[in-house]
């Protein structure tokens, strides 16, 4: 039929009218793209910290005094005081523990730059963590005595190249060791990559703690039963402090969801909004072509070519509106943090809590820098998929806005229709 | 061409009653026509009389309070609503007094949406809508919207709609009543040609002597009933 090119007509005819009904669905899709975006920004920084917490779903440290500053929980939680290395032994007879590793993490420096330093065993740190995404070179191995993985990061702050020596201190005791390195990682979020990862022996050897961890990296037999098997370790192990990373992420994740849940709230009621606006409009235009409906139906138009023209018409409104609407919440989701760079520039962490060291305008020994420059945790991520998603969400609220009118027109009789002025 | 004396339209006891608030307006009342396959047929009678009533009626644009109307055979009165407006499309053609083309629509794509609406292809609609329109005399007008053309011309662009899916029968409605006498003469002399060739049965409900001289039959309408031929 005509339906495409009449409806195209029709809504050439009121140019005004129909921009402005589109608008209205183009302010809540705008909506719903920027926060959308958002959300999936959010998503991809808690992705990275999943990958980043390497998939340990219990670490275990000692809950007495603070020895310094660094380490421990990629800054977020300061580093307690050492284990007896012996503790491995105790935790992994604790029914539903299926590997343990133990760590000693320190602050040191490489190259007179001030560091997070992980002392690993590379093969139960493997199994517990699921490994470190090396992007060159390779991961440490049993015999890694005076060899060295470095984030990547921190190998461009350094201007390093795999192969190339450097050297290595845990500024307390001031003894300083050679290293090679031999492997390169990569988490993608930058303050995670100004760290190394070396064999246990030589981080205990170089802060002279011999037989002393910091951590126990611990991963249970099923995800499922992480926080029983922390209490069990809570309560048999005194003295400990027991955190659980993958749980940390969950409740991440669902208060992920509960924000999703809210802004697209907020999206739909816009949208709702909006499509009033196509109500009306669709109505409008119903009431002006009652004469028009009444001369197709009298030249031989079933109620269903009519119903068919208005509803064309008004899925034209929201497909318009969910175009616009996708190219300005493209622009604004990248506008928008820049308005407001206190909330998506500074240390609000994905987990909602400030980051300790992340006072603006102080240098955080790990970070290497001021937090504003390197913290910029929540970047709209404008996926494929949240535009796909707003673009038909725009289509069908025209669809749907346009039913009533579309089902008014195609109900009129023809004579009746025929008799309106 | 031949004129047969077949009978196609054929209306029995018709009667339609509008309701209007509390009180009841006989438009019709049991009306009985007959009208032969080729005719022209005139239908006067003063305004309120029944006349465009009985026109919407054999159209199938409303349906009677009571009675039947047969069009070669089949009454209309007992079809449902899609199988009504297939009556329309394919079996009669309606002109009426304002044209009522498609604003948005050019001379060509008003006479091609009967077409379209019958499942027509692109390209045989396009050259049955041009060939419609060579007859009435409009072909280099085929790309003017009508809001540039004229009365005569919007009419003309009318009835080449209204023979679009080839109709035995054509309804108009006082098609030359917003028409000079010049383009309704032209309009007259049209509508003879197209019976003439085509054979086509034409029921015109009219005041103007210059529709009325065209007609083979006349009735006038009085009160919802036929008073005379």
Sequence with gaps: MFTWSLAIRNLRRRKLRTALTASGIVVGISMMLILLSLVSGMETQVRSMVRALGGADITVSNSTSFRDRAGGFFGFLPSPSTLDASIVNVLSGIPGVYALSPQYSFS?????????????????????????????????????????????????????????????????????????????????????????????ADAQEITGESGRITHVLIKCEDPSIVSEVSSLISSAVPGVRVATPTIMVQQATNMLNTLTMFFATIGLVALFAGSFG???????????????IGVLKA?????????????????????????????????????????????????????????PFSRPGTTNPMLGGTTTQTFRLVLPAITPMNVAICFSLGALVGILAGLYPAWRASRMKPVEALRHV | MSKTTKTIVRTLNLSKIYRRGKVNIQALNNVNLQVSSGEIVGIMGPSGSGKTTLLNLIGGLDRPTSGKVFVDGVDITTLGESELADYRLRKVGFVFQFYNLIPTLTALENVEVPLALAGVSKNERRERALSLL????LEARADHKPDELSGGEQQRVAIARALANNPSIVLADEPTGDLDSKSATALMNLIKELNRKNGQTFIIVTHDPIVTQACTTIYTMRDGRIESA
Aim: charged share 15%; aromatic share 8%; net charge negative.
């Design chain 1, 108 to 200: 040191g420096s490489i190259n007179g730059r001030r560091v997070t330093i992980y002392g690993i065993e590379p093969a139960s740190y493997e199994i517990v963590t699921g490994g470190l995404n090396i992007i060159e070179g390779r991961f440490l191995t049993e015999n890694s005595a005076g060899e060295i993985v470095i984030g990547k990061a921190l190998m461009e702050f350094l201007d390093l190249t795999l192969g190339q020596t450097v050297s290595l201190s845990s500024g307390q005791i001031g003894a300083e060791r050679t290293f090679k390195v031999i492997g390169v990682f990569e988490t993608g979020m930058v303050f995670q990559e100004y760290a190394a990862y070396i064999a246990l």
């Design chain 1, 278 to 292: 196509v109500v009306n409009t669709m109505m409008m235009a119903v009431t002006e072509r009652t004469r028009e």
């Design chain 1, 299 to 355: 030249i031989g138009a079933k109620s269903h070519d009519i119903m068919k023209l208005f509803l064309t018409e008004a899925l034209l409104i929201g497909l318009i509106g969910g175009g616009v609407g996708v190219l300005a919440g493209s622009i604004l989701a990248h506008v928008f943090p820049m308005l407001v760079p206190g909330m998506f520039a500074t240390g609000i962490s994905p987990f909602g809590m400030r980051n």
């Design chain 2, 134 to 137: 060579r007859m009435v005399g």
